[in-house]
Each structure stands twice: as structure tokens, then as C-alpha cells.
């Protein structure tokens, strides 16, 4: 950022002081093979789904094929400035708008923006959709949020932070929301409700067959529904927000419309809103003459579009899978999931069925039994990764169960995989509770073992190494290392730790 002489165009008071980039790690690789070695070295350390199937529920860890991903490479995507004039985007507008329009036809809706960088705040921005739209109509004292207890954590936060006061409406033994409590309090608070987050399929992992009946109350007592989009993979092309009654959704485009989910970002989380909401959109100045017809700049992020370099992901699966492709992923996605329910019902209770017996796009094993026979949850999740698996969700949104997603993404070959690793875990607990192994010096207890340990000298443990690092003929075929032994995941937690200047190759 300097000029033919050298100055810099930043104002002396804006220049860093501090030193920075101070880590070994900045300073150590001087060539282009050093730096590769050491990425590839990073890389192979992580389990990721070039390795196996990756079942966290809740997240939809599908497949990011490599058509799709393509345009990241493309300088005319990457290279380009948020505020470049339009005349010299079109590709890009036309891009935004077209994957808009796509969207708007998948959700039902009227009006959408691209505004928010992720699922929680396009949360964040939905709500305050809403409460601008009540303001507008003097009703000023519209302030409550109806949320389930079983909701996801972001949705009772974005609410307070969008200056809501949230109402916890109960759930069933089954898990579904209590329709009584959900109508006594619409009643109660009449006067002041503002909306109603609820999540279609349900957090549970099933299809509430009184969705619309919760939207009408709703409805009737002056609130707006809000839905969240975590699960619309489990709707696409065969329901849609707006049929099932609700007035605004966002959609984690980062999750159901393949955007690479985790490791921090990027993400996006549009919102979709009916026609009588969309005055109240967050938008951006920049682009107001471009692509809104309202005047309205109430922006919830600093570049107009949020993160669009990663929308032509998106926007490349919508338009590779066709509306005959994006129905026939999510019945995949249901079939997936319901399979595997199926097959592992005589091994582990499943927690939540809807009315008619099946499970949506996800399912809940309950481990809590496994608590009297010596084993915890986590037991479980470690061992899994001795077998090659990266552990589904753990303990949410249940304590002591295991949310599983598979995706549409997933063979029957690799699920029967799933199937047999869960099988021969059980029959590990099994050998735990007779007293064939330790209660404490087990493989499950002492999981994952990484290469170091197996290869060791000192091996004390009762059990043998093969019963450690190959418990299935499959993994031993392909045998992914865990890099480090079990972690205090409480400890650390509870405790910082300075890793400024850690040597990691030491």
C-alpha cells in the first residue's frame, strides 16, 4: 500500500506498533516443498470425508463435489473487491440473483437476503426483521419470543441480542412441543408476542405433524413464526417453509446447499420473509439501487453480500441437481437415515420416532443405558475413531446420546460400515460388564490409540494391540491414525492454556 515513492497511503496514527506474527510456525519454512510438507503433514492428521463418512447430527456434513467447489479457484470469483462498482460485477449480480430466485422457489418465500455470514445471524437478522415489522405498526410492546426448550442454543440467543425477551415453551415425553403449553402461552402473552422460533424437522429428529397447527396459533395471537433451517435438508422439493405456515426462515447454505461445513467458515445464512416483511430486510447502501426496491440499510454485516464468494457453490448444486435431483437427495437423505435407525434399533434405543414410526433426516441413539455397565457416552465416541469414524454429535440435544446424520452423501456400503463398528462396540461394552476386560483398562476407556502407543515397547495394557488398533478386517484395510491419545475434553474446558509459541513438531 505504497505509492511510486515509496509513502504509505495509511495514516501514520492507523500503522501497527506491535510486533506480530511472532509463532515459530511464521518463520520456519523458507522454500515451496517445506511449506507443502508441512500442510500435507496438517492435513494427515485430520479425519475428514475423503476418509469416511462424517454422521454429525444437526450439521449435515455432506458431500462437496469437486464441480461445485471449482469456481473458488477462478480469479474472476476470488479476486474481486466487495464494493466493486456493479457495471464491472454483472457476473456476480447475476449470479446472487439467480441463486435468490432458486431459493425463493425451494422456501416458499417472496424476498430474501444475503446479508448475514451465518446461520445464527441469520437468526439474529430474522428476528429483527420481525420486531421492525411490528414496530412499524405502532405495536411497539411486541417483544416476546416463544422458543421450545428443545431448540438449538443460537436461536434463544439471537433473540435476547436482537432485543427480544424469550419464553420457553415445553416439550413432550416424546419430544415434540407441547401444543397445550404452546397455546397457553400465545394466550398469555397476546398482547406482547413477536414471534415463534421453531425448528421443522424437529431438533429431535422427526416431522411434528402439528406444525401448522402451531403456526395458527401463532398466527392468532399477533406473533410471526419464525423457522429455522438447520434441517432443511429434510425439505426440499417435498415441503417449504412458507407451506408449513411460517413467515420468515434462514437457511444454512453452508449445510443443506453444500458450502464445506466446520473448521470455523466461512458460512452463510440467508433469510427468505413473505411479501408483507420484505420492507424490513436487512440490506446494504452499497447495492440498494442494484437489487432492493425499499429503501432500507440496515445492515447486519460490513459487505453487502455477506461471503458471496462461497454462494457459487451453491448456486453450481442447485443448478447440477435440478428440482428432480434436490428431491431425490432429500428422500435419500430421510431413507439414510431412517435405515440406519432401523438397523440399529435392536442395539440402541432409538430416543424420538415421529407419529408413524419414523425418524426424519436424523436420529438419536440413547447410550444412557450403557452408564450402568461401566461405559459413558464418550467412551463410545473415542472408540469409534480406533475404527476409522469421526464421532456423530454427542450429548445434544439429549445428554448421553448420539445425534446421527448420514446425508444423502453416503453409500449403503459405508453405512453398513456404521453399522457393524456400532455392533462391535456394543459387543465391547458387553465384554466390559461380563468382566472379560477391566472396567477401567479397556480399549474403550483407554480409545483412541494412536500409532506411537501401538508401536510402543511398553505396552501394559490387558487387551492386545490388535483388539486395540484393529477391531474390524476393514480397518484394517484402511487405517486411519489418530494423531494424539484420549484428551481431558473436561479439564481443558475448564482450564486456558497458552499455546502462543508451542512447539507442535517437538
Known amino acids: 500500500l505504497t505509492d511510486a515513492e515509496g509513502e504509505s497511503g495509511i495514516p501514520d496514527s492507523f500503522h501497527r506498533k506491535s510486533s506480530f506474527l511472532q509463532a515459530d510456525v511464521f518463520h520456519r519454512y523458507h522454500s515451496e516443498t517445506a511449506m507443502m510438507r508441512y500442510l500435507k503433514k496438517l492435513e494427515n492428521r485430520d479425519l475428514s470425508l475423503t476418509h469416511s463418512m462424517i ?22 470469483v476470488q479476486n474481486i473487491h466487495p464494493f466493486t462498482p456493479p457495471e464491472f460485477a454483472k457476473g456476480y ?24 455470514n451465518s446461520g445464527a445471524q441469520g437468526e439474529l437478522a430474522g428476528i429483527c426483521t420481525i420486531l421492525d415489522y411490528h414496530a412499524s405498526r ?14 438449538h442454543g443460537t436461536n434463544p440467543a439471537s433473540a435476547v441480542m436482537a432485543g427480544s425477551k424469550v419464553v420457553v415453551v415445553k416439550c413432550d415425553k416424546n419430544g415434540n412441543v407441547d401444543i397445550e403449553d404452546l397455546a397457553n402461552k400465545c394466550n398469555q402473552y397476546k398482547d406482547e408476542l413477536a414471534a415463534f422460533m421453531i425448528t421443522y424437522p424437529s431438533t429431535h429428529g422427526v416431522f411434528e405433524t402439528s406444525i401448522t397447527q402451531m403456526c395458527d396459533l401463532v398466527h392468532e395471537a399477533g406473533g410471526l413464526v419464525y423457522l429455522d433451517g438447520a434441517n432443511m435438508n429434510a425439505q426440499v422439493m417435498l415441503t417449504s417453509p412458507a407451506k408449513i405456515g411460517a413467515d420468515v426462515c434462514h437457511l444454512n447454505l453452508h449445510k443443506t446447499f453444500a458450502i464445506p461445513h466446520g473448521g470455523g467458515g466461512p458460512g452463510m445464512g440467508p433469510i427468505f420473509v413473505t ?7 436487512p440490506g446494504h447502501r452499497f447495492t ?14 460490513a459487505a453487502p453480500f455477506g461471503s458471496p464468494s462461497i454462494l457459487w457453490i451453491s448456486y453450481a448444486y442447485i443448478l447440477l441437481l435440478g428440482s428432480d435431483g434436490l428431491e431425490k437427495a432429500t428422500k435419500v437423505a ?5 435405515y440406519l435407525a432401523e438397523k440399529l434399533e435392536s442395539i440402541y434405543p432409538i430416543l424420538f420416532r415421529g407419529e408413524n ?27 469409534l475413531m480406533d475404527y476409522g469414524f469421526h464421532a456423530p454429535t454427542m450429548s445434544w440435544p439429549v445428554i448421553g446420546t448420539m445425534m446421527i446424520e448420514p446425508t444423502e452423501s453416503e453409500p449403503k456400503e459405508e453405512l453398513d460400515r456404521f453399522i457393524r463398528a456400532m455392533d462391535l462396540i456394543a459387543k465391547e461394552v458387553e465384554k466390559i460388564s461380563i468382566g472379560v476386560w477391566d ?13 506411537d502407543e501401538i508401536a510402543s515397547d511398553n505396552w501394559s495394557h490387558p487387551y492386545s494391540r490388535e483388539e486395540a488398533a484393529y477391531p474390524a478386517q476393514e480397518v484394517v484395510e484402511n487405517k486411519f491414525w489418530p494423531f494424539v491419545s484420549r484428551v481431558d475434553n473436561v479439564y481443558g474446558d475448564r482450564n486456558l492454556f497458552c499455546t502462543c509459541n508451542v512447539d507442535w513438531d517437538a
Open 288 to 301: 440498494q439501487e442494484y437489487l432492493f426496491d425499499e429503501e432500507n440499510v440496515k445492515a447486519v454485516a
Open 93 to 116: 449480480y447475476k449470479m446472487i440473483q439467480e441463486l435468490g430466485k432458486m431459493l425463493l422457489s425451494i422456501t416458499g418465500f417472496s424476498a430474501y437476503s444475503f446479508q448475514p
Open 334 to 338: 430421510i431413507l439414510n437415515a431412517n
Open 138 to 151: 405502532g405495536d411497539t410492546q411486541r417483544k416476546v419470543t416463544l422458543i421450545p426448550s428443545s431448540a
Open 357 to 383: 414410526g419414523r425418524v426424519a433426516h436424523e436420529l438419536i441413539l440413547d447410550l444412557r443405558q450403557l452408564k450402568k455397565k461401566g461405559v459413558e457416552v464418550e467412551d463410545v465416541a473415542k472408540r
Open 439 to 451: 472396567k477401567q483398562d479397556n480399549p474403550l476407556k483407554q480409545s483412541p490409540h494412536p500409532a
Open 55 to 76: 454422521s454429525l447430527g444437526s450439521c449435515t456434513m455432506k458431500l462437496n463435489a469437486a464441480a461445485e467447489m471449482l469456481p473458488l479457484s477462478w480469479p474472476e
Open 275 to 281: 411479501e408483507k416483511l420484505a420492507p424490513f430486510l
